[in-house]
């Protein structure tokens, strides 16, 4: 199995593998399919994520905008180094909820603040 989605709690799954070109239309049926049970508010922990291109960053933001329509909160855990720079280099880190470093019931801390410990220029 090179990819897969599990829920770990009502509204909390966790992804696990790569999530690119090739996994990613599976994933996002199985993911839909674990939402639609889930309730309002949905956190997804990416943190066993190996590696990812754009169309993992192109199926987070298809599944913000089902949860906009589906009146759901979405937030995504533990975003991989890779996938957060894809977001900042294509500025998607201003729309996408993303939290850089969560576990599931932790405190939150937002990519905004993840910047100011990441970010080269603050050096």
């Known amino acids: 199995m090179i990819f897969h989605i599990e829920s770990q709690q009502k509204g909390h799954f966790r992804m696990v593998g790569e ?3 090739n996994t990613v239309p599976e994933v996002a049926v199985k993911g839909l399919a674990l939402f639609k049970g889930a309730g309002k508010d949905l956190r ?3 943190r066993e994520v190996s590696r990812t291109d754009s ?3 192109a199926l987070l933001i298809a599944w913000l905008r089902y949860a906009k329509k589906e009146n759901k909160n979405l937030r995504f855990l533990n975003i991989p180094a890779q996938m957060l720079a894809l977001a900042q280099i294509s500025s998607l880190d201003q729309i996408l ?3 850089e470093k969560q576990a599931l019931g932790g405190p939150s801390l937002t990519l905004g603040q993840a910047k100011k410990f990441i970010s080269p220029l603050n050096s």
């Open 19 to 21: 999530l690119t070109f």
């Open 44 to 46: 997804i922990d990416l």
């Open 55 to 57: 169309a993992g960053l």
């Open 97 to 99: 909820p993303l939290s």
